[in-house]
């Protein structure tokens, strides 16, 4: 008789004790509270590029004769295209002699390492600062371009609030030394111009 009146009881509140059950094992515990606000913190803490107003861009390719295919995407008031062993991006200008056809606000030259001429980064860097025409500093950091690490390098000026003036990077990929560099391209732009760099092998 007993145990028939505790039935009738558990079947009275249903809805209670299905809730409570719900909730004893969907409450996460101390442990996994930690780690979701960690998990939280470190997808908060990855920049993001807005690429909704970067639809109207305009895709550059290029087959490069030391076998391989460069590739990135540009702002839409530029141009782009080869001058000599480099892929430039920069306003449109009337082309001199065998100069360029655009300003090269931007510019990716490639050199082959198997030539030997290669000059050291500590060279090519001195060589950016002391054409600076100001006192200038620099700060070095590690950066992931087109799958493999390369270094970059930003010159800021010493007065007037540190002004960006250039930055460079340089990476080596498929036996070839890269230097590109930023002279007037803004941060967001060339931020986005890295993350759409590609260069692959034609074969």
Not at 46 to 56: F, G, L, S
Not at 120 to 147: F, H, R
Not at 157 to 179: A, D, I, P, S
Request: glycine share 4%; hydrophobic share 35%.
């Amino acid at each position: 008789m007993q145990a028939h009146f505790n039935f009738i009881k558990f079947m009275k509140y249903p809805v209670t004790l299905l809730t409570l059950f719900f909730l004893a094992c969907s409450t996460p515990g101390k442990k996994e509270k930690q780690q979701i606000k960690k998990n939280t913190n470190e997808e908060k803490s990855i920049p993001r590029i807005n690429t909704t107003t970067d639809e109207k861009w305009a895709t550059y390719i290029d087959t490069i004769n030391m076998g391989f295919v460069v590739s990135y995407r540009y702002p839409p008031n530029y141009v782009s295209e080869h001058f000599e062993n480099a892929a430039c991006i920069g306003k449109p200008v009337t082309a001199t002699g065998d100069g360029p056809g655009n300003t090269m606000d931007c510019s990716l030259w490639m050199e082959d390492i198997s030539n030997d001429n290669i000059r050291s980064v500590d060279t090519l860097i001195k060589y950016q600062m002391d054409n600076a025409g100001e006192s200038v500093l620099q700060s070095k950091d590690s950066i992931t371009i087109a799958d493999v690490k390369g270094l970059s390098v930003i010159v800021t000026g010493k007065n007037e609030g540190r002004r960006f003036l250039k930055q460079m990077v340089y990476f080596t990929k498929y036996n070839t030394f890269f230097t590109l560099i930023n002279d007037s391209l803004s941060q967001r732009d060339f931020q986005t111009f890295i993350k759409s760099l590609q260069i692959e092998k034609t074969n």
